[in-house]
C-alpha cells in the first residue's frame, strides 16, 4: 500500500468516525487545534486506524502524533518496512 493509498483510507476512516467531510482533513490537519480532538479522542482514533491497518502503534509513537500526517506517515512506515 502506497502514502497515497495510506492516506486516502486514513482520512475515510477520520471522517467516519469523526462525522467531518473528508475534504476538510489534510496532511496539515493538527488532530487538537483543528479536529478537537482531546487525548482519549486520539486513542480512540488511533485504535481505530491500528484495526483498519492491522498494525500496532505503539503508545511513545502515537503520544507524538499532533498532525494527520504525523499519523499516517507512521502507518506507512510500519506498512513498508514490514
Not at 60 to 71: C, G, L, M, Q, R
Request: charged fraction near 35%.
Amino acid at each position: 500500500m502506497n502514502k497515497e493509498q495510506i492516506f486516502k483510507k486514513g482520512t475515510c476512516i477520520m471522517s467516519n468516525m469523526l462525522d467531518i467531510p473528508k475534504d476538510e482533513i489534510t496532511e496539515l490537519t493538527e488532530f487538537k487545534e483543528d479536529l478537537g480532538l482531546d487525548s482519549l479522542d486520539l486513542v480512540e482514533l488511533i485504535m481505530e486506524l491500528e484495526e483498519e491497518f492491522d498494525i500496532t502503534i505503539e503508545d511513545e509513537d502515537a503520544s507524538k502524533f499532533t498532525t494527520v500526517n504525523d499519523a499516517l506517515s507512521h502507518i506507512n512506515d510500519l506498512l513498508n518496512n514490514n
